[in-house]
């Protein structure tokens, strides 16, 4: 199919809008780069833009030798992969039967769960709830309240419903019960919307900090996100720059960003392997019912 002139214009706009518009969204990641290779100097003089000026990798050498980074970092690690995992198979769990017209109180439950999106119970009574099940200062703190997301729930939903009911049928012919159908067929078939909601389970994982500074006091327990925010908004770190002034600028500066951007490196690892999948998923899971 040949386009007309006017067409080809129209492209060539459009794609000129998309590149300027992912040249600002790249634009501030590189200058953080940039700044946690670039000496105190370069920086406070604003010498620095998108490239290092002063090429330095003390930042990075001083915030891998951290005790406080590396333990933060594992945490938000194990607290990422272990709640995504957990958040994955509950959904899963919950979305199936939701998807069979032939249970009866299935719409009830749907609009319970809807009511969840529209209501919260607020902050305090939260607090208490997690209180009263013991789960203060407790890595389970992270994970079970959050467990099911009301939307990835009604992705999945929406997801099941299209999986044709022949092959559940031959399955249960074959013997195979309720549990083998999901994880034997219809959760292999459904790898785009479970790709899509780990991908949103991941990403909230990773970036939350409210909840461990509401129920966490064991600094042990902090994750990634509240060192990131004690280093830069209230300027606290433990780490040992006695050496010399210039290290002293250092933490002053080119820490936070070499902080700041070794903290975004698993996700921007992560992206590129589930993209696909994701926004398959996503367009499927917004556009069926």
Same mark, same amino acid.
């Given at each position: 199919?040949?386009?007309?002139?006017?067409?080809?214009?129209?492209?060539?706009?459009?794609?000129?809008?998309?590149?300027?518009?992912?040249?600002?969204?790249?634009?501030?990641?590189?200058?953080?780069?940039?700044?946690?290779?670039?000496?105190?100097?370069?920086?406070?003089?604003?010498?620095?833009?998108?490239?290092?000026?002063?090429?330095?990798?003390?930042?990075?050498?001083?915030?891998?030798?951290?005790?406080?980074?590396?333990?933060?970092?594992?945490?938000?690690?194990?607290?990422?992969?272990?709640?995504?995992?957990?958040?994955?198979?509950?959904?899963?769990?919950?979305?199936?039967?939701?998807?069979?017209?032939?249970?009866?109180?299935?719409?009830?439950?749907?609009?319970?769960?809807?009511?969840?999106?529209?209501?919260?119970?607020?902050?305090?009574?939260?607090?208490?709830?997690?209180?009263?099940?013991?789960?203060?200062?407790?890595?389970?703190?992270?994970?079970? %309240?959050?467990?099911?997301?009301?939307?990835? +729930? /009604?992705?999945?939903?929406?997801?099941?419903? *299209? &999986?044709?009911?022949? #092959? $559940?049928?031959?399955?249960?012919?074959?013997?195979?019960?309720?549990?083998?159908?999901?994880?034997?067929?219809?959760?292999?078939?459904?790898?785009?919307?479970?790709?899509?909601?780990?991908?949103?389970?991941?990403?909230?994982?990773?970036?939350?900090?409210?909840?461990?500074?509401?129920?966490?006091?064991?600094?042990?327990?902090? %994750?990634?996100?509240?060192?990131?925010?004690? +280093? /830069?908004?209230?300027?606290?770190?433990?780490? *040992? &720059?006695?050496?010399? #002034? $210039?290290?002293?600028?250092?933490?002053?500066?080119?820490?936070?960003?070499?902080?700041?951007?070794?903290?975004?490196?698993?996700?921007?690892?992560?992206?590129?392997?589930?993209?696909?999948?994701?926004?398959?998923?996503?367009?499927?899971?917004?556009?069926?019912?």
């Amino acid at each position: 199919m040949k386009l007309t002139s006017s067409e080809k214009w129209m492209a060539g706009v459009i794609y000129v809008m998309l590149g300027i518009f992912a040249a600002l969204a790249l634009a501030p990641f590189l200058h953080v780069f940039a700044q946690s290779l670039s000496s105190h100097r370069a920086i406070m003089s604003g010498e620095v833009g998108l490239y290092p000026v002063d090429l330095s990798f003390k930042a990075y050498h001083e915030v891998f030798k951290d005790d406080a980074f590396i333990r933060a970092f594992v945490v938000s690690v194990e607290r990422t992969a272990s709640g995504t995992l957990l958040n994955v198979l509950l959904t899963c769990l919950l979305a199936y039967p939701l998807s069979k017209a032939y249970i009866n109180g299935r719409r009830i439950v749907m609009m319970g769960i809807v009511f969840t999106m529209l209501f919260s119970g607020g902050m305090i009574p939260t607090y208490l709830v997690v209180k009263s099940y013991g789960l203060l200062d407790s890595f389970w703190v992270y994970l079970l %309240p959050g467990a099911i997301s009301a939307f990835n +729930l /009604i992705i999945m939903r929406s997801f099941f419903q *299209n &999986v044709p009911q022949e #092959l $559940e049928e031959s399955a249960r012919i074959d013997g195979c019960s309720n549990l083998g159908i999901l994880f034997k067929i219809v959760m292999p078939l459904s790898m785009p919307a479970i790709a899509t909601i780990s991908l949103f389970h991941a990403v909230a994982h990773w970036n939350a900090f409210f909840d461990a500074v509401l129920y966490i006091s064991n600094t042990k327990l902090f %994750p990634l996100q509240v060192y990131l925010r004690d +280093l /830069i908004q209230l300027n606290q770190s433990n780490i *040992n &720059v006695k050496d010399s #002034l $210039e290290q002293q600028l250092i933490a002053n500066e080119s820490l936070k960003a070499a902080a700041l951007f070794a903290s975004t490196l698993p996700i921007l690892i992560v992206y590129p392997f589930l993209q696909k999948h994701f926004v398959k998923g996503a367009m499927i899971g917004s556009v069926k019912g």
